[in-house]
């Protein structure tokens, strides 16, 4: 009832409460009020979500994948004050590893306002020098039951690093997460790979780190092939997708900046054996998903990968902006299908509203 009320009051407030969901047909975005760095896993029939509020780790699910306007949210954690992860809680992402669950974050201390005597070290301003990932662990066969208590730090070697994800290869776990060269960079933000020794460990010592994706490419950096300098460049957001024909593995990331219409998704595709040789990994040279000027869909990036109900379709969640100009405030949730193409590297539909098919197996 309570419940049922505050829907009805954030529709009045919103002007906009239409079902976004027919029984054939969907429309973007998937949920009406705004959300960045959408992260969807599909278990026991239903669909979780999480994506960054910064001030918590929330747990959404849905029986739908199309719309989460009435969704149930459950709090996972919410951090105590004055701790080295107490604000800025971005790009949560939900993993089920070895019987376990675990949240894998990036957060920061004090909304990263670092005192002057670190900042003047720092190449550009560097507001994001203090940021790190952490995990949390939850037992038990459902993340809706499963009580989550926070567990480590994940060693980044006191630098940057944000958008961190697992990467699971027959040789090990891997964390890739987005970082820089040296302490006090501030940009390029590159794709580094360290091996894990548990969801919670680091094995690797920091001369044993490797870079497996810088934004060297015109598209990557911010504005388009800016070249006096690397401000405002990142390979971010990276996301493990494999292929279920081929067994073919492919780390989608995105690329450019996250507040304007540049933002876009990039891949890597595991072309060796060893993931932690930044010679076994093959860059596309161009993006792979990318602004649709013509239906106003913008700076699309940071996505997860998930499937229809019946399984047999795949489908990519992420966000973008109808309105470029309004930077990260603008950006909404949105779900489309992908195929894949002869090569067996993904092939991602163009971005916008639809209306599209809804989900195979969706009711
Ligand atoms: C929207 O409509 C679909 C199809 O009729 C229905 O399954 C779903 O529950 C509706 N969702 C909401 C939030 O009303
Ligand atoms: C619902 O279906 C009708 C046609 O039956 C279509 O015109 C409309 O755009 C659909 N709405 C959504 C939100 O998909
Ligand atoms: C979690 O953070 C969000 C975003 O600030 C807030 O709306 C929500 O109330 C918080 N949840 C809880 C249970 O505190
Ligand atoms: C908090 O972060 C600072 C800077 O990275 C680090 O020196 C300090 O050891 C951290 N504190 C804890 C308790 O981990
Ligand atoms: C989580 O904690 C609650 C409250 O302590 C408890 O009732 C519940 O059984 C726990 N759930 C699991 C899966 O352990
Ligand atoms: C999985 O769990 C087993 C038993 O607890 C443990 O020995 C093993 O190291 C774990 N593997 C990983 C990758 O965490």
């Not at 501030?186 to 490797?210: D, H, M, Y």
Request: aromatic fraction near 14%.
């Amino acid at each position: 009832m309570f419940k049922l009320l505050l829907l009805v009051l954030t529709c009045a407030a919103l002007a906009a409460c239409q079902n976004n969901t027919n029984s054939s047909t969907f429309t973007n975005p998937i949920l009406d009020i705004g959300g960045a760095d959408p992260w969807v896993i599909r278990h026991d029939g239903w669909y979780y979500m999480m994506y960054t509020n910064n001030e918590n780790i929330s747990l959404l699910r849905s029986k739908i994948l199309t719309n989460w306007n009435t969704a149930e949210s459950r709090l996972l954690f919410a951090p105590s004050p004055g701790l080295n992860y107490s604000t800025d809680l971005w790009a949560p992402e939900l993993h089920s590893i070895n019987g376990s669950w675990y949240v894998i974050f990036t957060a920061d201390p004090r909304n990263d306002s670092p005192p002057p005597e670190v900042e003047m070290w720092c190449e550009y301003n560097c507001p994001a020098v203090h940021h790190r990932m952490y995990t949390l662990e939850g037992q038990g066969s459902s993340p809706w039951t499963a009580n989550f208590t926070f567990k480590s730090q994940l060693d980044t070697y006191d630098q940057f690093a944000i958008d961190g994800t697992y990467f699971q290869h027959s040789t090990g776990l891997y964390h890739i997460y987005s970082c820089w060269y040296r302490q006090y960079d501030g940009w390029p933000a590159n794709l580094c790979i360290t091996k894990l020794e548990n969801p919670f460990t680091v094995a690797s010592s920091f001369s044993e780190r490797q870079i497996i994706s810088t934004p060297t490419l015109p598209w990557e950096k911010t504005p388009y092939g800016r070249a006096s300098n690397d401000r405002l460049s990142s390979n971010e957001g990276p996301q493990q997708l494999t292929n279920p024909k081929t067994g073919q593995t492919f780390v989608i990331f995105s690329a450019a900046r996250s507040d304007n219409r540049n933002y876009c998704l990039a891949q890597l595709e595991l072309v060796g054996s060893d993931p932690m040789n930044p010679a076994d990994w093959r860059k596309h040279q161009n993006p792979v998903f990318f602004q649709n000027p013509a239906e106003m869909a913008y700076g699309v990036g940071h996505a997860s990968f998930t499937t229809s109900p019946d399984g047999t379709e795949d489908w990519i969640v992420y966000h973008g902006m109808k309105d470029p100009l309004n930077g990260w405030a603008a950006r909404t949730i949105r779900a489309q299908q992908f195929t894949w193409n002869e090569d067996g590297t993904p092939r991602f539909p163009k971005p916008g509203y639809g209306p599209y098919s809804i989900p195979s197996g969706q009711n």
